[in-house]
């Protein structure tokens, strides 16, 4: 069971931090435009079901199911540290996301 008792697919939705999604779209975007003969290319639905791949499953993987593995090491990541909690050996309380 996930923390909240949410359902899995909800629980990777939401640490899969959707505001970053728009990056892995953006590579689709590029590459697909380089192997396209013509703009027209952007019009034809596999364009579409291209975009829904790597911005659903793609991203999923890519953030999702990496959080859920590494949520433990990311509570107190040590790259955290400021300059002013350095000298008195105290991590920041900064968010990780």
Known sequence: ???GGEGLASYAARISRPRFWIYTGGTCVVGYSIGMADWHAF???IYGVALLYFFVPANLFIYGVNDLFDEATDQHP?????????SSGRTGTGSCS
């Not at 790259?79 to 350095?86: D, E, G």
């Open 1 to 3: 069971m996930t923390p």
């Open 78 to 86: 040590p790259r955290k540290v400021t300059a002013s909690t350095a």
């Open 43 to 45: 019009l034809l639905p």
